[in-house]
């Protein structure tokens, strides 16, 4: 069993910055790709960013240039740098993991960590 906790969410002035923090903890054997995700309220739920194991990243363009992702994979985190924040930022934030063990891929997901960008 695999979990993940968020933490590093709240609420922040546009323009304002915030860091997020994830940990996958358990029964890991391998991480392949770690990232981020956002659900705002009556929309779907969003890529934001992603790392993998080898440190290549991928970011949604509405965020490239702002936030920066980055992982360390001896402690199983992952963390986000959100810079100039905007109200349109505001969601619910997610961690997802996935992890290979013995040729399968299974995903996980945290409970999420709410930001709020005030005008």
């Known amino acids: 069993q695999v979990h993940i906790v968020e933490s590093g969410g709240g609420l922040v002035q546009s323009g304002g910055s915030l860091r997020l923090s994830c940990v996958a903890s358990?029964?890991?054997?391998?991480?392949?790709?770690m990232g981020w995700y956002r659900q705002a309220p009556g929309q779907q739920r969003e890529l934001v960013a992603t790392?993998?194991?080898?440190?290549?990243?991928n970011y949604d363009g509405s965020v490239k240039g702002r936030f920066t992702i980055s992982r360390d994979n001896a402690k199983n985190t992952v963390h986000l740098q959100m810079n100039g924040l905007e109200p349109e930022d505001t969601a619910v934030y997610y961690c997802?993991?996935?992890?290979?063990?013995?040729?399968?891929?299974?995903?996980?997901w945290g409970q999420g960590t709410q930001v709020t960008v005030s005008s």
């Open positions: 358990g029964t890991i054997f391998s991480i392949e790709t």
């Open positions: 997802k993991a996935i992890v290979e063990s013995s040729g399968t891929h299974f995903q996980y």
């Open positions: 790392v993998t194991s080898s440190g290549s990243t």
